[in-house]
């Protein structure tokens, strides 16, 4: 009897119950639904970053089971990751998808995703193994967003920016024509949140500048700028740049301040370009792998960056805002202190210059005093000389 084609989501089941995708894990996974259903056709598919978040040891079974043809991965530039390339493989099989993933974000793309037996999960509980069951999609905010996109025609919406000449609009699709590989399906915005793209990371000269001058591969350097929860921003030659924590190690770093120190100017290569938003993401050269688009911590630092700085711009605006009137009213209190001071000077001058005239009246008065004493003790004097010479002239004149 023939089977059915069972394409498995092969990064999704190896992480299922996981902090790390495991390839054993996947491997038993694979052989216990072969083993259920044997006449059916599998095709495992991993996303682009599998080998590098595995285990160490199991690196060389992925290479040679890659080799083989067992595993099978996007093609570089691929944009979407592995969940696009997964469903299309799906899509134009008509294959049953194994995976504990809704795929929200493609439900506007793929609706045969709710027909009964398009979707499979499956876990492994302990002492039994790994039991397989039908699903349907857990629809969301997601969802919801693509499905709306979907019915108006189109998946992408246009965010007001800039005019961009022809001259700088060639720039950019030579610049990115290595690193962006066209979608067959309808655009759509690629948001882990289910929004559209936020303000761009970015003004249009300077990307265009940067993507000018560094190609995807290319080295630069860039200096440490601010951290987040999934990586850190840096600027590179007038531009600013995202650091995912996948592009800081292998395995990755619980933060970027493990690996990164604010103000540090460190190399790195241009992993991908992210045109809608103007976003360039960077690696460190010992675990960059350049693709054609941003990976979603990526796309969610650029999304939200821009909310955090307007917020924090309209917070700034307020407070100062609200400074103003305080501000006035300091400085109409500053403007009536040297009123105030010259009031007091004054009033304070006002009984010193009475006690000053006071004085001087009293000044006079002891001076006519004493001019009067001194007047009347000259014409004193003068009468007892008067008197004396009169005695003298008198005694003279009397005969002997």
Same mark, same amino acid.
């Given at each position: 009897m023939?089977?059915?084609?069972?394409?498995?989501d092969?990064?999704?089941?190896?992480t299922?119950?996981?902090?790390l #995708?495991?390839?054993?894990?996947?491997?038993?996974?694979?052989?216990?639904?072969?083993g259920?259903?044997?006449d059916d056709? &599998?095709?495992? !598919?991993?996303?682009?970053t599998? %080998?590098?978040r595995?285990?160490q040891?199991?690196?060389?079974?992925?290479?040679?089971a890659?080799?083989a043809?067992?595993?099978v991965?996007?093609?570089?530039?691929a944009?979407?990751?592995?969940?696009?390339?997964l469903?299309?493989?799906?899509d134009?099989t008509?294959a049953?998808?194994?995976s504990?993933?809704?795929?929200?974000e493609?439900?506007?793309?793929? +609706?045969w995703l709710?027909e009964h037996?398009?979707?499979?999960? +499956?876990k492994?509980?302990?002492?039994?193994?790994?039991?397989?069951?039908p699903?349907?999609? &857990?629809?969301?905010p997601?969802?919801?967003?693509a !499905?709306r996109e979907?019915?108006? %025609?189109?998946g992408?919406?246009?965010?007001?920016?800039?005019?961009?000449?022809?001259?700088a609009?060639?720039?950019?699709?030579e610049?990115t024509?290595d690193?962006?590989? #066209?979608?067959?399906g #309808?655009?759509?915005?690629?948001s882990?949140r289910?929004?559209?793209?936020?303000?761009?990371?970015n003004? *249009?000269? $300077?990307?265009?500048?940067?993507?000018?001058?560094?190609?995807?591969?290319?080295?630069?350097?860039?200096?440490?700028e601010?951290?987040?929860?999934?990586?850190?921003?840096?600027?590179s030659?007038?531009a600013?740049c995202?650091? *995912?924590l996948?592009?800081?190690?292998?395995p990755? #770093?619980?933060?970027?301040?493990?690996?990164?120190?604010? +103000?540090?100017?460190r190399?790195?290569? !241009?992993q991908?370009?992210? *045109?809608?938003r103007?976003?360039?993401e960077?690696?460190?050269?010992?675990?960059?792998?350049?693709?054609?688009?941003?990976t979603?911590?990526t !796309?969610?630092?650029?999304?939200?960056?821009?909310?955090r700085?307007?917020?924090?711009?309209?917070?700034?605006?307020?407070a100062?805002?609200?400074?103003?009137?305080?501000?006035?009213?300091k400085?109409?209190k500053?403007?009536?202190?040297p009123?105030?001071?010259?009031?007091?000077t004054?009033?304070?001058? $006002? *009984?010193?210059? $009475?006690?000053?005239?006071?004085?001087a009246?009293k000044?006079a008065?002891?001076?006519?005093?004493t001019?009067?004493a001194?007047?009347?003790a000259?014409?004193?004097k003068a009468?007892t000389?008067?008197?004396?010479a009169?005695?003298? $002239?008198?005694?003279?004149?009397?005969?002997?």
């Open positions: 023939a089977g059915r084609q069972v394409v498995v092969g990064s999704n089941i190896a299922e119950g996981r902090s #995708p495991s390839l054993s894990q996947l491997d038993e996974a694979v052989q216990a639904y072969q259920e259903h044997p056709t &599998v095709i495992v !598919v991993v996303d682009a599998f %080998g590098h595995i285990d040891a199991e690196r060389r079974a992925f290479e040679e890659e080799a043809g067992e595993l991965s996007p093609p570089a530039g944009i979407g990751r592995g969940d696009r390339f469903l299309q493989i799906a134009r008509g049953t998808v194994l504990n993933d809704s795929f929200q493609f439900h506007g793309e793929y +609706g709710f037996g398009r979707l499979l999960g +499956g492994p509980v302990p002492g039994v193994g790994w039991i397989f069951t699903r349907t999609p &857990v629809r969301g997601k969802s919801r967003v !499905v979907s019915k108006r %025609g189109s992408e919406k246009k965010v007001p920016e800039k005019r961009v000449n022809k001259k609009a060639k720039a950019i699709a610049a024509a690193a962006i590989v #066209p979608s067959s #309808p655009k759509r915005n690629r882990r289910g929004r559209g793209p936020a303000e761009p990371v003004e *249009p000269l $300077a990307f265009i500048s940067f993507i000018a001058d560094h190609q995807p591969g290319a080295e630069v350097e860039a200096t440490v601010t951290f987040t929860s999934h990586g850190a921003f840096v600027t030659n007038g600013r995202y650091v *995912p996948t592009g800081l190690g292998d990755p #770093p619980r933060s970027a301040k493990e690996v990164l120190h604010r +103000g540090e100017t190399t790195f290569v !241009v991908a370009l992210d *045109p809608p103007r976003g360039i960077l690696a460190l050269p010992e675990v960059a792998k350049v693709a054609g688009g941003p979603d911590e !796309v969610e630092a650029e999304i939200a960056q821009p909310a700085a307007k917020k924090k711009a309209a917070e700034k605006k307020a100062k805002k609200a400074e103003a009137p305080s501000a006035k009213k400085a109409a500053k403007a009536e202190a009123a105030a001071k010259k009031k007091a004054k009033k304070a001058a $006002a *009984p010193k210059k $009475a006690a000053t005239k006071k004085v009246a000044k008065v002891a001076e006519a005093v001019k009067k001194t007047k009347k000259a014409a004193k009468a000389k008067k008197a004396a009169k005695k003298a $002239a008198k005694k003279k004149a009397a005969p002997s």
